[in-house]
DNA sequence: TTTTAGCACTCTGTTGTTTCGAGTGCTAAA
DNA sequence: TTTAGCACTCGAAACAACAGAGTGCTAAAA
C-alpha cells in the first residue's frame, strides 16, 4: 500500500491532535482539523490503512487511533513543520542563561532550568567534556597533620579536588615534591595519562618517598578519572509526575535518571547535532515509554557535550526540536566565548 | 483520665503492631501480642479510653486503631525498649562507612547510603560546617585570557572554586595581585568576614586595579558564602516510594527534599543528640505525613553537622534511633581523627 | 466494680450488572 | 471512490449486593 498525500495529511493531523490533547483519535474528531472535506467514513478507512501500514494503532477495538513510533518518526522525518522559537521566547532564554557568572557547571543548569520550564519535561545535560583536556596544574594543600585536599585543574576548565589521608604527616617538603613531581610528569600531559597502572611506574621510581607518596597519587588518578568522566545535571525532574501517561513507569523512570553513566552514555551517543528516540527506539528499556530529544553543543568547533530533554512520547516535537537546537547553540556559543583555547 | 500499666502495654503493642503490618489493628489481633489474658471486648473498652485520650485513632468508625502523633510520641518517651544494633551490623556498618578515600563528603555518601539501605527511607546529611573556619587560601587560576578559576580554601578543609570571567585580560600580575590581596585581608579571617559591603570598600581602595579584580571579589564572596551554607546531601530518595501510606504527598516530599535549604534547616536545628519529629510536630506541611530522625555529629567536640532520616510515620523507632546514633557518632570520630585542627 | 459474651450496626472493599457513549468495520447505495 | 447507515465492541461509570472486619453497647457473670 503506498502513502497517499491523503494519508500523510491524515496521518500529521492524528499525530499533531494525538499531542495536543493525550486522547486517542477518533475519526469524526479529525474532520475540523483538515484541510479537505471528505466524511468521517473515509478518514475511517484511511485510518484502517495507516494503521495497518503501522503508523497507528488502537489501545482498544473501539478506541480512536494513537500514533506509533513508526508513526510519530515518519511524522518527524517527513511531516512536520518546524516552530522555531519566537523573538520573544529567544531572548528570555538567552537572559537566563547568561544570567550566571560564566562557571560552565551554572551556566548548563541555567539552561536545564529553563528547558525544563519551558517543556515540562526532564533535563538533563552533560559538562563540556575534555576528552583530550590535559593537566594544568595539580598540587596537594595540607589541611590536617595527616590530611591534605589533592587539586586537580585541567585544561578545560574543570577543577577537581578530594581529601586524601596520608599515613605519614605532611611536611612542606612532601607539598614541594608532589609539586614538582607533578610538574615534570604530568602538567600538559592528558588526563588519561593519569592511569593507576603508570602511577605505579612512577611511584616506584621515587624511591625513599614513595610511601608518603603513593596515596595521593592515587587519589590524583580518581580526580583524573572523576575529570574524564563528564558530569551529568539532572533538572526539572518532577515534572515527569505531570505526564500521567508515563504510569508506574515514573519510578523506573526516575531511578534511572538519578544514577547519571546511563545518562552520560546517552548524551554522549548520537552523532548529528540533533537526535531524537522516540519510545521503543531508545535502548534503554526504562525509556520505552518516553522520548529523548538530545542537542548537542560545540565549544570552538569541536563536539563538546549535549542538552536533552525527556519526556513522554507525544512531546511536541515541532516546537521542541528548534528549541532545543536554538539553546544548545547558545551554550555552545557562550561556552566558546569564555573558554578560549 | 490516667494512664494505668495495662493501658501502656495495650498502646505500646498497638504501636508495634502497627509500624510491624501498617494495617490499623483490631482489638482481637491484638490478643496474641499482649502478656496477659483478656478478653477481646476489654481490649476494645481500653482502646476506645486511648482514643478518648488521644493516643489512639481511628481511619474510620469500623476500622482498628492507628496511633496519633502524641501515641507515638508517648511511645517513644516511655515505653519504647530501645534495640541496639547487633556487633555484626555495627562492623558492616563501619566497613562501609570508613571504605572512603578520607574524604568528608565520600564519607558522608557512605553513610547516607548505608542509611538509607538498612532504614529503607531516604537519607539526609550536612558536612560538617565551618561557622569558625576561616580562609586558608584565595586565589585565581587563569583559564582563558580572560577566564579564571577562583578557588577557596577553608580551615574547615572544604574547598570551593567557581569558574569567573573578567572584562580585562587577565596577566600572571593579575594572579599575584589577587593572591597578595588575600594573603594580607582575607587568610586566617573568618568566612563571614568576605561579605560583599566589606568588599565594596576593599575594592575602592585598591584604586587603578579595582577595575580588573572587582569581578574575582563578587565570585569569591559567593564561594565564602557558598562555604557557609552547609551542603546537603541526599541518598535512597526512591525508597519512598516503597511507603504507600505516603500517598499522593510523596510529589512534595521529593520535592522538598531536593530543594537543600530547608532540610539544612532541619538538621541545623535540634539542640539534642538526637531529635524526633513526628508526623505533624514538624514545622513543614511537607513533612506533616513523615517522621524524622536527626542525629548530631560532633567533630572535636564541637557540634559541626548532622545525619537524618525521612519516612513515614510508622518508622521502627526502636531499631533506628540507636542505629542513627551508632552511624553519627562513627562519623563524627571518623570525621575528628582525619580534621585535625 | 470489672470482665466477658453476644449482638446489632457501620463502614470499606470487592464483585457483578447495567448502562452509556464513543468509535469502529462492514455493507450497500450514490 | 465516497458516503450514509447500522450493528457491534469495548471501556468507563454508576449502582447494587455482599462479605468481612471491627466497633460500641447491653446485660450477664465473676
Same mark, same amino acid.
Given at each position: ?6 494519508? =500523510? ?72 513543520? $518546524? ?15 547568561? /544570567?550566571? *557568572? ?11 532550568? +529553563? ?27 595540607? +589541611? ?10 585541567? /585544561?578545560?576548565?574543570?577543577?577537581? *579536588? $578530594? ?8 611536611? !612542606? =617538603? ?10 615534570? #610528569?604530568?602538567?600538559?600531559? !592528558?588526563?588519561?595519562?593519569? %592511569? ?8 616506584? %621510581? ?36 505531570? #505526564? ?50 538530545? %542537542?548537542?553543543?560545540? +565549544? ?11 519526556? !513522554? ?29
Amino acid at each position: 500500500m503506498e502513502m497517499t498525500q491523503r494519508k =500523510q495529511k491524515i496521518l500529521a493531523a492524528v499525530v499533531e491532535s494525538y499531542i495536543r490533547t493525550g486522547e486517542p483519535v477518533g475519526s469524526k474528531n479529525l474532520l475540523g482539523e483538515l484541510d479537505f472535506s471528505v466524511s468521517s467514513a473515509t478518514i475511517r478507512n484511511e485510518m484502517a490503512d495507516l494503521a495497518e501500514m503501522g503508523y497507528l494503532e488502537q489501545p482498544h477495538t473501539s478506541a480512536g487511533r494513537v500514533p506509533t513510533t513508526l508513526g510519530y518518526r515518519y511524522y518527524i522525518d517527513k511531516l512536520m513543520n $518546524k516552530l522555531e522559537p519566537t523573538e520573544e521566547d529567544r531572548k528570555a532564554i538567552a537572559k537566563t542563561v547568561s /544570567s550566571g *557568572s560564566g562557571d560552565p557547571e551554572q551556566l548548563l543548569e541555567k539552561a536545564g532550568e +529553563v528547558i525544563a520550564r519551558l517543556t515540562g519535561c526532564a533535563a538533563v545535560s552533560t559538562m563540556p567534556l575534555g576528552e583530550k583536556a590535559t593537566v594544568r596544574r595539580a598540587e596537594i594543600v595540607p +589541611v590536617g597533620t595527616r590530611t591534605a585536599m589533592i587539586v586537580l585543574l585541567t /585544561s578545560a576548565g574543570t577543577l577537581k *579536588s $578530594k581529601a586524601c589521608r596520608s599515613d605519614m604527616p605532611i611536611t !612542606p =617538603q612532601t607539598v614541594e615534591r608532589f609539586y614538582s613531581v607533578c610538574a615534570a #610528569h604530568f602538567v600538559g600531559k !592528558p588526563l588519561e595519562d593519569i %592511569s593507576t597502572v603508570m602511577l605505579q611506574t612512577l611511584v616506584a %621510581s621515587l624511591g625513599e618517598h614513595a610511601l608518603e607518596m603513593s596515596s595521593f597519587f592515587v587519589t590524583l588518578a580518581d580526580l583524573a578519572a572523576d575529570a574524564l568522566s563528564s558530569d551529568v545535571l539532572l533538572e526539572g525532574q518532577s515534572n515527569l509526575f505531570n #505526564h500521567r501517561e508515563l504510569g508506574g513507569n515514573i519510578i523506573e523512570l526516575m531511578e534511572f535518571l538519578r544514577k547519571g553513566e546511563p545518562i552520560s552514555k546517552l548524551l554522549s551517543k548520537g552523532k548529528d547535532d540533533i537526535d531524537i528516540k522516540i519510545g521503543t527506539e531508545n535502548e534503554y528499556k526504562q525509556l520505552a515509554n518516553s522520548s529523548v530529544i538530545i %542537542s548537542h553543543y560545540d +565549544v570552538n568547533g569541536a563536539r563538546s557535550g549535549a542538552l536533552g530533554i525527556i519526556g !513522554p512520547t507525544r512531546l511536541n516535537y515541532a516546537k521542541l526540536i528548534p528549541y532545543m537546537q536554538f539553546v544548545s547553540g547558545l551554550v555552545g556559543d557562550i561556552l566558546s566565548e569564555s573558554i578560549e583555547d
